[in-house]
């Protein structure tokens, strides 16, 4: 395990700034990551307001680190309002979420305005759009997490939101991911009256090496939280590949009837890295 193993958030709630009562609510509940949505969620004609509010919950939260803003797409008015107030004096958030980014130079133009303020935070990316996809690769290379999008990415498809049609997207999403050591966050699930499609979205991302999942409704935050946050049994079985295999000298070792080698103790390894960071910034037992 490495000191700089990247603490990666299980769970996002994302609030809209529509009522100031509300965000502040939503604080309380169980995410890891509580976001205050400025896009898509808060029509046109409110967005000015939620603005203010999203300032006034900022400035009087408890610390910030684990808030998020969603902005509105760079190039677009109300993103430029978003980046005055975001810069501006106050609290700033621990991290920033994209929305409809297209290529590697919007995140690097963002991250270098916040650092002309003095303002360092975690920028997320939402990958919703055919661009992102396609240069994926070079856009995680420039952030610190990704989102799926699946809604925008299905509606430019003129697809339904299924997981057959959405699964190339979250596919490359992953690889991109690993490959750059950043987060990877999947898609809120759009069908709230049925949980039984929520359960089955958890574990098919498990499967397939997803970290968390966003979720627009505190009612979700249960599952998800319990699905894939660390949890002891896993790090318990982590620690006794790892240990199985270092007593091998690095070869296989026969751990409880199954073969272990180097590539379940590079697993396991990243598995106890993984656990470690996330305790240490989101576990709130330990605050």
């Known amino acids: ?33 509580h976001l205050i949505d400025l896009e898509d969620s808060v029509p046109g004609p409110s967005k000015a307001e939620g603005r203010i509010i999203c300032r006034t919950a900022l400035d009087n939260a408890p610390p910030s680190a684990n808030i998020a803003v969603r902005i509105n797409a760079l190039g677009t008015v109300d993103a430029l309002h978003d980046l005055v107030m975001l810069c501006g004096g106050g609290t700033a958030p621990g991290f920033i979420v994209m929305s409809m980014v297209r290529s590697p130079a919007e995140v690097v133009f963002l991250r270098e305005t916040f650092a002309s303020a003095g303002k360092y935070p975690e920028i997320y990316l939402t990958i919703e759009t055919v661009e992102a996809i396609t240069d ?44 750059h050591g950043i987060g990877c966050i999947d898609t809120a699930n759009y069908r709230l ?42 790090l318990l079985a982590a620690r006794r590949i790892t240990e199985a295999v270092k007593a091998a000298q690095g070869g296989i070792a026969l751990l409880d009837g199954h073969m272990v080698g180097p590539p379940f103790a590079r697993m396991a390894h990243t598995t106890l890295g993984l656990g470690q960071a996330w305790a240490a910034r989101f576990n709130r037992s330990n605050s």
């Open 1 to 33: 395990m490495t000191d700089n193993t990247r603490a990666i958030p299980r769970s996002i709630l994302y609030t809209p700034a529509l009522s100031l009562n509300r965000v502040v609510k939503a604080l309380t509940y169980d995410a890891d990551v």
């Open 193 to 234: 009256s049925e949980p039984e499609v929520l359960a089955q979205e958890i574990q098919n991302i498990r499967d397939l090496g997803f970290h968390g999942k966003a979720t627009v409704h505190p009612s979700e935050l249960e599952p998800i939280n319990s699905a894939l946050r660390p949890n002891e049994g896993a």
């Open 136 to 179: 994926l690769d070079d856009v995680a290379a420039v952030a610190d997490g990704l989102i799926f999008g699946s809604a925008d990415l299905a509606a430019t498809l003129g697809v339904p939101i299924t997981w057959s049609g959405m699964l190339a997207a979250r596919q490359a999403m992953v690889l991109a991911s690993a490959r």
